[in-house]
């Protein structure tokens, strides 16, 4: 369909429907990744959602925080074997020697290693689930929502095959660190959550800003290699979105008791 049978189909340009920019992997490098790194912290659904809007505001019931927090732990978990693909992704060679302590340092501190300097990610966040009032029995056997499923199947999809400087590019570090700060006063003031069980979003506002630079850094150093690489960032970017905004809408279908949140039994992580 042409532009022009699409904006009289939609009634409007589908560019404009969703703020994209046209065909942004035509910009040279510098500033397709500046429009890359704008774009996603603009747009990314942990800037824009609703649910997220109205947890920043305290509007949002604990009860359904309490809904949404293990899906996003079964993603979470999911983390250190996509990071460990996207480290098999790397090729083996001199000139990409560099990015080999980058991918593993990122890949370890999600997972916690060494176990005595840190913790896996994934078992923060259960801290903080039990500072909402779930146990880990609760948020471990918790049937997985329709939405986590998709979420988690792209996210392992794109990191296995993907070079490891396209799925970088959807990443979603950057646009973590803000909504961490965001989210922090309610947690403490709305939702009383104990300071100890908030370790998970403090660290990640430190964490993520550099976890963040790596990615922007990986994107910058291989823009270059033309517009279909270009393409390719700009479309990881996109399922990056679909990963978060799929996980979030499949909670708030279940909590409107939409048909289709049918629950499934849970599987093994
Ligand atoms: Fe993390």
């Given at each position: 369909?042409?532009?022009?049978?699409?904006?009289?189909?939609?009634?409007?340009?589908l560019?404009?429907?969703?703020?994209?920019?046209?065909?942004?992997?035509?910009?040279?490098?510098?500033?397709?990744?500046?429009?890359?790194?704008?774009?996603?912290?603009?747009?990314?659904?942990?800037?824009?959602?609703?649910?997220?809007?109205?947890?920043?505001?305290?509007?949002?019931?604990?009860?359904?925080?309490?809904?949404?927090?293990?899906?996003?732990?079964?993603?979470?978990?999911?983390?250190?074997?996509?990071?460990?693909?996207?480290?098999?992704?790397?090729?083996?060679?001199?000139?990409?020697?560099?990015?080999?302590?980058?991918?593993?340092?990122?890949?370890?501190?999600?997972?916690?290693?060494?176990?005595?300097?840190?913790?896996?990610?994934?078992?923060?966040?259960?801290?903080?689930?039990?500072?909402?009032?779930?146990?880990?029995?609760?948020?471990l056997?918790?049937?997985?929502?329709?939405?986590?499923?998709?979420a988690?199947?792209?996210?392992?999809?794109?990191?296995?095959?993907?070079?490891?400087?396209?799925?970088?590019?959807?990443?979603?570090e950057?646009?973590?660190?803000?909504?961490?700060?965001?989210?922090?006063?309610?947690l403490?003031?709305?939702?009383?959550?104990?300071?100890?069980?908030?370790?998970?979003?403090?660290?990640?506002?430190?964490?993520?800003?550099?976890?963040?630079?790596?990615?922007?850094?990986?994107?910058?150093?291989?823009?270059?290699?033309?517009?279909?690489?270009?393409?390719?960032?700009?479309?990881?970017?996109?399922?990056?979105?679909?990963?978060?905004?799929?996980?979030?809408?499949?909670?708030?279908?279940?909590?409107?008791?939409?048909?289709?949140?049918?629950?499934?039994?849970?599987?093994?992580?």
């Amino acid at each position: 369909m042409s532009p022009v049978a699409l904006k009289a189909y939609v009634g409007s340009d589908l560019h404009e429907v969703c703020r994209m920019p046209q065909d942004p992997w035509n910009l040279p490098a510098p500033e397709f990744c500046e429009e890359l790194r704008r774009y996603k912290l603009e747009n990314h659904p942990f800037k824009v959602h609703p649910f997220f809007l109205e947890w920043e505001k305290g509007t949002l019931p604990i009860e359904h925080l309490r809904v949404w927090a293990p899906q996003f732990y079964a993603w979470l978990c999911v983390i250190p074997r996509a990071y460990a693909l996207r480290f098999a992704q790397l090729p083996w060679t001199d000139e990409l020697a560099k990015y080999r302590g980058m991918l593993l340092e990122h890949l370890a501190e999600e997972a916690g290693y060494p176990p005595e300097k840190q913790q896996p990610h994934p078992e923060l966040f259960l801290k903080f689930c039990e500072g909402i009032g779930l146990s880990r029995k609760q948020v471990l056997s918790a049937p997985w929502l329709p939405g986590t499923y998709l979420a988690i199947d792209d996210f392992l999809y794109v990191n296995h095959y993907e070079p490891f400087y396209v799925s970088a590019a959807g990443s979603s570090e950057p646009p973590n660190v803000d909504l961490c700060e965001r989210l922090l006063p309610a947690l403490r003031k709305t939702y009383k959550v104990p300071e100890a069980n908030l370790e998970y979003y403090v660290a990640h506002g430190e964490l993520d800003k550099e976890h963040g630079e790596l990615v922007n850094s990986i994107v910058a150093d291989f823009a270059g290699e033309g517009p279909g690489t270009r393409r390719k960032m700009w479309e990881s970017m996109l399922r990056g979105f679909g990963v978060h905004q799929g996980l979030v809408d499949s909670v708030v279908a279940s909590l409107r008791g939409h048909p289709h949140a049918a629950k499934t039994e849970p599987r093994a992580r």
